[in-house]
Structure formats: C-alpha cells, structure tokens
T-cell receptor
Framework: EPEVTQTPSHQVTQMGQEVILRCVPISNHLYFYWYRQILGQKVEFLVSFYNNEISEKSEIFDDQFSVERPDGSNFTLKIRSTKLEDSAMYFC??????????FGPGTRLTVL | AQKITQTQPGMFVQEKEAVTLDCTYDTSDQSYGLFWYKQPSSGEMIFLIY??????QNATEGRYSLNFQKARKSANLVISASQLGDSAMYFCAMREGSYGNKLVFGAGTILRVKS
C-alpha cells in the first residue's frame, strides 16, 4: 500500500541554522501539507500546496519557512534560521481523492 | 471558539469492551469532513475513519465506527472489542469548506486499554 515517507526521522540542529525536511507524498495525490506538533500539544497546520503553489498558510508559516516541490516526487519544508521554539514533530501529509489526508511518519526536529 | 473539542483528556477501557471517544465541532459550512486519527507512542498519525457532512450513514471501518449527529455537531468515535494495541492518543479533526482545505485538530484523548 502506498504511503507518505519523510526524511530524516530525527534532525538535531543549532539555533540559527537552516534545515530542510523532506517528504515524498503518495504518487497520485495532488494536495500536500505540512503540519507540526509541539511535544504534548495538538497538531497545527502550517501550509498547504496545490498545483505547484501555496494554497493556504497559517500564521506560524512566516518568512522563515518555505516549501518547494523541486521535482515530481519530493516536497520539502525549509526553515531558514531555526529558533528554539521550532522544536517539534513535523508531519507531511497528502490528500487522496477520497478527501482523506494521509500522514507521513514525521520528522522530529530538535533545535539546540 | 474552538473548532474541535475533545472533552476527555484521558480514558480507560477494559480489554474486549467498547469505548466511545467524544468529539464536537463548530462550523457554519455546509460542506465539511470529519476525521479520526490514532497516534501511538511511536508518534505516527494513523488515519482511522472519515465522515463527510453529506453522508447519511454513519461511517464504519472494521472495529471503528463514527457516531455522526449532525444537528448536535458531534462525531464520536466508537471502538468495539478494545485491544491492548488500541492504547494511544486519538485525535478528531475537521476539514471545512472546499475539498483540499487544511485539517483542524482537537486536543486529543489518551486511551488506555486495561487487561
């Protein structure tokens, strides 16, 4: 069964460094998303992406964040200059024609 | 106002019994979708069940069923014949308006299944 994959599973970085989180959505899906979950808290929407452009973004998704679909399979989230409060689990999701969003296993980002 | 409210921070259930996890939602849209996800301690988000706002029948997927009461704006998850492996965090989520829109999540309910 096709699934969303994410790399790396865990990323440790120093404050102020750039990180790129990678995702491979399910191949016939057209909508892609990034969500994050700070430890012990609810899952929060960051950004949605459709037809090679951002369709919606949250207040969290400021100028430090960007997304890209550099080729036909990868979908990336870049954080330009990480802050301590960016430490969280980041989930990529893609939407099936049935409307269900399938989530990847997540990347745990730790900013020191 | 909260879009999704899960009022039970934690629940216990005896193995092999049924359990209901509560979820109420708030929307003025006619078109919306309601989802339940399971998050085990390993952290992944596992899709369980979906109910569209226009679906007249309650959704079922194996041991999971969704008790959808549109007038009361509730979408409770029922797990029948609980198993030890059902111990996890459960999130209710809603997609409002157009298909493809973001999901908004509730705070979650931790379920513990006792043997």
């Amino acid at each position: 069964e096709p699934e969303v994959t994410q790399t790396p599973s865990h990323q440790v970085t120093q404050m102020g460094q750039e990180v790129i989180l990678r995702c491979v959505p399910i191949s016939n899906h057209l909508y892609f998303y990034w969500y994050r979950q700070i430890l012990g808290q609810k899952v929060e929407f960051l950004v949605s992406f459709y037809n090679n452009e951002i369709s919606e973004k949250s207040e969290i998704f400021d100028d430090q964040f960007s997304v890209e679909r550099p080729d036909g399979s990868n979908f990336t989230l870049k954080i330009r200059s990480t802050k301590l409060e960016d430490s969280a689990m980041y989930f990529c999701a893609s939407r099936a024609p049935s409307d269900t969003q399938y989530f990847g296993p997540g990347t745990r980002l730790t900013v020191l | 106002a909260q879009k999704i409210t899960q009022t039970q921070p934690g629940m216990f259930v005896q193995e092999k019994e049924a359990v209901t996890l509560d979820c109420t939602y708030d929307t003025s849209d006619q078109s919306y979708g309601l989802f339940w996800y399971k998050q085990p301690s390993s952290g992944e988000m596992i899709f369980l069940i979906y109910q569209g706002s226009y679906d007249e029948q309650n959704a079922t997927e194996g041991r999971y069923s969704l008790n959808f009461q549109k007038a009361r704006k509730s979408a409770n998850l029922v797990i029948s014949a609980s198993q030890l492996g059902d111990s996890a965090m459960y999130f209710c989520a809603m997609r409002e308006g157009s298909y493809g829109n973001k999901l908004v999540f509730g705070a979650g309910t931790i379920l513990r299944v006792k043997s």
